[in-house]
């Protein structure tokens, strides 16, 4: 019996792939069989103990295989850059109005060529020197647009190439999207496609969400424009010598509120609250009203009505963005997420979407992280990367 007893140690050491020399257990090992039919196998320090059936004589009949619990892993995320902005308060050197800047930032209010400021179209823009794309850009008024090819001519046929009209761009359309189509040259970018129209502003122009190509990075950039334009007409003759010719109107086109908002493509959702808020703080000073009222006292917009409805635009362009479906938006995102092999997580526990490698949850057992596949989800900014340690 007790030589049973040790070939069915040794049969259970196999097994186990533990050796033991001459089924009498190696260096350091000790095989042991108790009274009740459990085999011991003492190593060292380590002990394991084998319970099963027993057979006649105590020897042992099936070794189960023990089941580890499974626990929650745990990934690293490493925060993305906009979750980490901060503000602080930005005061214009001139005094002209203040403004929320986000740290590393920097500001540029539009000057004239001979340095001087033009308080009546008065700009600023606030970018990303790292990221030059990420910007927003407020411009109260531009002027000098003319309405067609014909009209465009005419200032060149009688006034010279070089006079103010015909130096002009052309914008043949009173729509938000033809003006910034037309004035891509003027503002730095080309290929401009409309996305979705997403409505009146309080001004009076359309808000839309549109895209372009940067000149300044030759890369695609997404952004929300809006822009109240205001017609100025102006009817001549087509031929001073001929008055049989007819007449036409040679007259401009007038912007005002001229808001720009734009991040490369595939960042935007994630940057667009920033820029609104950026816009929603600009406050204009008394100085910069009086002065600018002196400059222009019959200016369509004045400063005062800009600067009580500046916090309502931004409101409003936010609440048409997010309140759009932007098929466009879930449709594009999804396709750069393929092609770059992301996948996007969400954490229920904290509410929040990571970018993470595509494959992130293969063999991921836990409840805790979820493979984001609604619209919704590829519509909420990314609060960073997530990893597996």
């Known amino acids: 019996m007790k030589k049973t007893a040790t070939v069915v140690s040794c049969l259970l050491s196999a097994l186990l792939l533990v050796s033991a020399s001459a089924c009498g257990g190696g260096p350091g090992m000790t095989i042991i069989q108790d009274p009740t039919g459990s085999v011991i196998i003492q190593n060292g320090t380590s002990e394991a103990q084998i319970k099963g059936d027993t057979l006649p004589g105590g020897s042992a009949s099936t070794v189960p295989a023990a089941t580890p619990a499974l626990t929650e ?4 995320i490493t ?105 891509s040259g003027w503002y730095g970018y080309s290929d401009f496609t409309l996305m979705e129209n997403l409505g009146q502003s309080v001004l009076g122009g359309d808000i839309i969400s549109a895209r372009a190509v940067s ?90 009505y800009i600067m009580s409805v500046n916090s309502e635009i931004s409101d409003m362009i936010m609440d048409t963005w997010e309140s759009s479906s932007r098929t466009y938006d879930v449709i594009s995102q999804k396709e750069h997420d393929n092609i770059m092999g992301y996948d996007r997580i969400y954490d229920t526990e904290r509410g929040e979407y990571y970018q993470a490698d595509s494959g992130f949850l ?16 590829f519509l909420a900014p990314v609060s960073g990367v997530i990893n597996w340690k």
């Open 73 to 76: 892993a745990e990934p690293v």
């Open 79 to 183: 925060p993305s850059e906009v979750s980490q902005v901060s503000f602080s308060s930005y005061s214009d050197p001139s005094g002209y109005f203040t403004l929320d800047l986000p740290q590393g930032w920097q500001v540029k209010t539009g000057l004239k060529p001979n340095g001087a400021v033009d308080l009546i179209s008065y700009a600023i823009t606030v970018y990303d020197p790292r990221v030059p794309d990420r910007m927003l850009y407020f411009n109260l008024n531009t002027s000098g647009m003319v309405k067609s090819q014909e009209a465009h001519d005419w200032h060149v046929n009688n006034y010279g190439p070089q006079s103010f009209f015909a130096q002009g761009p052309i914008v043949t359309d009173f729509t938000t999207e033809a003006y910034f189509d037309g004035m």
């Open 215 to 304: 000149a300044a990075t030759g890369n695609e950039m997404e952004g929300l424009f809006t822009v109240t334009l205001s017609d100025v007409p102006m009817i001549v003759q087509r031929n001073l010598w001929d008055y049989s010719a007819g007449t036409l109107d040679a007259g401009t086109m007038a912007a005002y509120d001229v808001i720009m908002e734009t991040a490369p493509t595939d960042e935007f959702t994630s940057w667009a609250p920033v820029l609104d808020r950026i816009l929603g703080s600009i406050n204009f000073t008394q100085s910069f009203m009086t002065q600018r009222q002196q400059a222009w006292a019959q200016v369509n917009r004045t400063s005062q």
């Open 362 to 377: 293969d063999g991921y057992t836990g409840s805790r992280y979820e493979l984001v596949t609604d619209d919704a989800g």
